[in-house]
């Protein structure tokens, strides 16, 4: 009886050392976990921040399109402005040497 006593003693120990060993790495991958949950939650705190400035950057990119399209509508009609200019100019001078 005392071998079976011993046995038995020696399984149970063995048993209370694995559970401890088991309970330690569940509680290891709870921390690892906790903390790649807080870690995902920071990424997508960071990527709904960075949406954010991208729609913004965007619309300063699209008002800077418009801007520049009329700028160079502005630059296209003072171009015209000036070769009519230039035209009449040229035949007002023409004009000026016939009649000397």
Do not use: C, P
């Amino acid at each position: 009886l005392g071998i079976d006593d011993e046995s038995d003693s020696d399984t149970a120990s063995k048993q209370n050392a694995d559970d401890e060993e088991l309970a330690e790495q569940i509680r290891k991958t709870n921390d690892a976990n906790h903390h790649l949950s807080k870690m995902a939650d920071a990424l997508k705190h960071e990527n709904t921040r960075l949406m954010q400035q991208s729609t913004h950057y965007k619309t300063d990119n699209a008002d800077m399109q418009r801007q520049l399209e009329k700028w160079e509508n502005t630059m296209d009609t003072l171009t015209q402005s000036m070769e009519f200019a230039s035209t009449a100019i040229d035949q007002h001078t023409a004009e000026m040497v016939e009649k000397d």
